[in-house]
């Protein structure tokens, strides 16, 4: 290697015309070349180690409300970790989940509120919500949207009532998953063959459970009854206001409902169906409003229940949409695409339908219903309501007509006022 080099440096030598002296002999033995001043110090440096870091691979991270990963439920945490564990076999992105509460303090919204202050690094990818969450979280800039991320195979297979409840600022933001749509549950023995209209409780002697509290405001079992009479759906920023004789109607059903004794005053402490599920499962309650969200605790009643739909005027299909929806809380675009490549493999129709058929909750994809079963239901009515049945509206509940109509009902339940005086009082500015 030194004699290359010497023949290197002769070459340049020569070329800056310092190589004008006689060549050596080819037998004068070639000079040493050292490191003295003003001599290039030829010897080779040490080589340089680079450490090239190894990439970290992908990964995402999931919040999961505790009412879908009910802690210490075994059947449904296999299943959510064998779906989650195959898409991470197939894509290298690893999933690391975790439960948090779904509501109030500490909840999933007040999380992503303070974590956004605080620890946006410690959020998550990808959470569910419910509707009142979204458009809160929307507002708030906590999520973005979700469009581009889906396929259109999935988004023209979700029905229309779930695909308008994850709309919010004119922009996909949740993508529907699991549905909870209200459905009336009664005693297949006692009322098979009813007609769920004002008309077919009273002829049928059916005695009717709801939970009719004003704690919350207007109920959205009366919102829901009113609308089917009639009322008007206020515009976006419009304030509500109650129309005469949907108000008149819906509350005259009620006041004959308690003058036969079919429904009893103490509907009036009751702010959810929790308050009424264990006589439900067991018979004591006969025929009682639920969501599908207390589907699982029906799962072993002790009596056959059947269900059908909420009832109203004239007993069409009808019902208010709530569910949860996947939203996308990265804002880094490498993640956004990441939660999409697990979104759209989480919506497939098997997995969907397997995941909703476990926890008991209708799934939101036509495709994936057809799969879904739970006792003493009929899918053909789930998808009936689904067509064209309105999103649950928070917003209405608080608003002054709404809590006139709802103080019109306690009214009514209570026999302090006749159907009409509570109309009357309830439509007074």
Known sequence: MLNRIGVVVGFVLLSLGVGCQPAPDSATPAPTLSAQAGTPDLTPSPAVTV?????????????????????????????????????????????????????????????????????????????????????????????????????????????????????????????????????????????????????????????????????????????????????????????????????????????DMADAGLISRAVIDFDSPADYLVRLADGRTEAAVITTQNLRALTNATVPLSFATVPTTDADPLTLVDGWMWVMVTPNPEQQLLSGRFLNWMMDSNRQSAYASQIAMPPSQRASLRRWSFPGMDNELIAGLLEDSPSVMPEIATSSAARALQSALVDVLSGDSSAAEAAAEALTP
């Open 51 to 255: 450490v090239v870091p190894t990439p970290e691979p992908p990964s995402l991270t999931l919040w999961l409300p505790d009412v879908l990963l009910p802690d210490g439920d075994d059947p449904v945490a296999a299943l959510l970790t064998a779906e989650v564990n195959e898409f991470s076999a197939q894509t290298g992105i690893a999933v690391e989940i975790r439960r948090r509460r779904a509501d109030d303090v500490g909840g999933i919204l007040a999380t992503l509120r303070s974590g956004a202050v605080v620890a946006p690094g410690a959020l998550p990818d990808l959470t569910l919500m419910r509707r009142s969450d979204l458009l809160a979280a929307a507002n708030e800039g906590l999520i973005y949207p979700l469009e581009g991320r889906i396929a259109s195979a999935i988004i023209g297979d979700l029905f229309p009532s779930a695909l308008r409840l994850g709309r919010a600022e004119n922009q996909l933001y949740g993508l529907p998953y699991l549905l909870d749509i209200y459905l009336t549950a009664y005693r297949t023995d006692l009322y098979d063959g009813a007609e769920w209209s004002f008309e077919g409780l009273l002829e049928g002697e059916v005695r009717f459970t709801f939970p009719a509290s004003s704690s919350v405001g207007l109920t959205d079992v009366l919102w829901l009854q009113y609308l089917a009479a009639g009322g008007l759906m206020p515009q976006p920023g419009e304030p509500l206001n109650l129309a005469p004789s949907a108000v008149l109607m819906t509350l005259s059903f009620y006041e």
